[in-house]
């Protein structure tokens, strides 16, 4: 069974703070994705990748980077944390690009 | 115009009913479209793919329309279970990505 694990469901940092958001998935997906969710405005895509050590920028990479050192991880970067990236962050990944992608949990990450 | 329209609803029903959602979706190159259902403060989940003109899971259909460019999900014989968000997703080849709508409210009600 596809399995996306996220390494914290909650987490809470303080403003200017570098936070990690770490990713794996065990299903030897080529493409990984990192997206924010927030009410009304549904989910928004700030980076992916198709390969490793690839990356591309998503609809709102500002603030944010991302790794690709190894296939299975893929970690988000909020280099100084702001109160305006306060949101839920969905990790997911997928096959190919056309086909579904599979999420992980989430992590609901408040900065204070 | 987003890319992808979900009316959010709620859409509130009685058990055993039978629901219908629209999504539209602005671009004609949107090759293959996805439902994802999405409880409150979970992930996503993929409830159904959609590559041709339809497709049918149980109580679950959804319809593709090209011409009018929009999908449908279909959902008969409602549970109280089925109660969540349900997400339309559309990929278009150019932007090689997914485009999730904001979500449509189902609630199922006694």
């Known amino acids: 069974d596809v399995k996306v694990t996220q390494s914290s469901r909650y987490l809470v940092k303080r403003t200017g703070e570098k936070v990690f958001l770490e990713c794996v998935q065990d299903?030897?997906?080529?493409?990984m994705f990192w997206y924010r969710q927030d009410p009304g405005l549904g989910l928004r895509l700030i980076y992916f990748?198709?390969?490793?050590?690839?990356?591309e920028k998503g609809d709102i990479p500002e603030g944010y980077s991302v790794s690709r050192e190894k296939k299975e991880r893929f970690s988000l970067i909020l280099e100084s944390a702001s109160t305006n990236q306060t949101s839920m962050y969905l990790c997911?990944?997928?096959?190919?690009?056309?086909?579904?992608?599979?999420f992980g949990d989430g992590t609901r990450l408040s900065i204070l | 115009r987003k890319e992808v329209e979900q009316d959010p609803g709620p859409f509130n029903v009685p058990e055993g009913a039978t629901v219908a959602f629209n999504c539209t979706y602005s671009?004609?190159?949107?090759?293959?479209f996805f439902w994802y259902r999405q409880d409150c403060r979970k992930e996503p989940k993929l409830l159904m793919s959609?590559?041709?003109s339809g497709n049918e899971d149980g109580r679950f259909t959804a319809q593709l329309n090209r011409a009018s460019q929009y999908i449908s999900l279909l959902i008969r014989d409602s549970k109280l279970s089925d109660s969540a968000t349900y997400l339309c997703?559309?990929?278009?080849?150019?932007?090689?990505?997914?485009?999730f709508g904001t979500g449509t409210q189902l609630k199922v009600e006694l």
């Open positions: 299903m030897d997906h080529e493409n």
């Open positions: 990748s198709y390969d490793v050590k690839m990356k």
């Open positions: 959609v590559y041709s």
């Open positions: 997703v559309a990929f278009t080849g150019g932007g090689n990505k997914l485009t």
């Open positions: 997911a990944s997928s096959r190919m690009s056309n086909q579904p992608q599979h």
């Open positions: 671009n004609s190159a949107s090759q293959s």
